[in-house]
């Protein structure tokens, strides 16, 4: 199975990068948490919309489905955190599905 997968569903702006099995890192931004793509992603740029609950400095998260909005991505589906450079225990061993 691809890793990444477009869907083109007209020549404006409707057309959407989907990425299948992302990994998304928790970063500060001017004093806030916000999410960034990792891994290989159309516009590195850009932030993810993601779940406030789960936004800790340093740690990062694979996620099913990645999908690209207008000017952000969103994260849909498991979020499964992969890496915890500060995270504490109880959080490295939550699963989350949306």
């Not at 869907?7 to 970063?27: F, I, K, S, Y």
């Not at 999908?67 to 109880?90: D, H, N, Q, T, W």
Request: hydrophobic residues 40%; positive net charge.
């Amino acid at each position: 199975m691809s890793s990444q997968l477009e869907l083109h569903l007209g020549d404006g702006p409707a057309t959407r990068e989907v990425r299948l099995n992302a990994r998304v890192r928790c970063v500060v931004c001017r004093n806030r948490v916000r999410v960034q793509c990792v891994s290989e992603c159309q516009n590195p740029n850009w932030f993810c919309s993601f779940p406030k609950q789960l936004r800790i400095t340093g740690i990062e998260y694979q996620v099913s489905r990645l999908i690209a909005m207008r000017k952000y991505y969103r994260a849909s589906g498991e979020i499964v955190p992969i890496a915890f450079a500060i995270a504490p225990l109880a959080i490295a061993e939550k699963v989350v599905r949306q």
